[in-house]
């Protein structure tokens, strides 16, 4: 299998099928990028006090938001990269807040499944090195996202 992924529902909220979807993209998106065999990854699902935590520890800012990605792999200055055929490629951690998730679908007038299949992936393309600081990296990031959705089938 392309991608290992290991689910934490610290809330209790996300049901089977909505993992499975979670699962099901981002294997696809996996596949599409070129993933490495045995490439993994971490999805959690918090509620909007825990990814506010979150929030502000790493980012400095004091608020929710819908999802937030640490890319394990990122060389830090003085770090050294260590290769080796056995090592695992660990791509790093995406967290997603389901009652944000839950706003924004209503918010924007799609499903919850959209709305999580979405961040789910966004997170992922920030773990591959996706970006949206510029109009050009936005524009490349939500192209490939939306590709990635409607390839699955969830479109808008």
Known sequence: MRLEIDFNDEIGEVKEEESTLVKELLFLAADK??????????????????????????????????????????????????IGEDIPKLLGDIIISIPRAREQAKDYGHSFARELGFLAVHGFLHLLGYDHMTKEDEDKMFSRQNEILEAYGLER
């Not at 929030?55 to 770090?79: C, H, L, W």
Request: aromatic fraction near 6%; avoid cysteine; charge should be negative.
């Open 33 to 82: 990028e070129g993933v490495k065999e045995g490439t993994e990854v971490s999805i959690t699902f918090v509620d909007n006090k825990r990814i506010q935590e979150i929030n502000r520890e790493y980012r400095d800012k004091d608020q929710p938001t819908d999802v937030i990605s640490f890319a394990m792999e990122e060389m830090g200055e003085g770090e050294i990269e260590i």
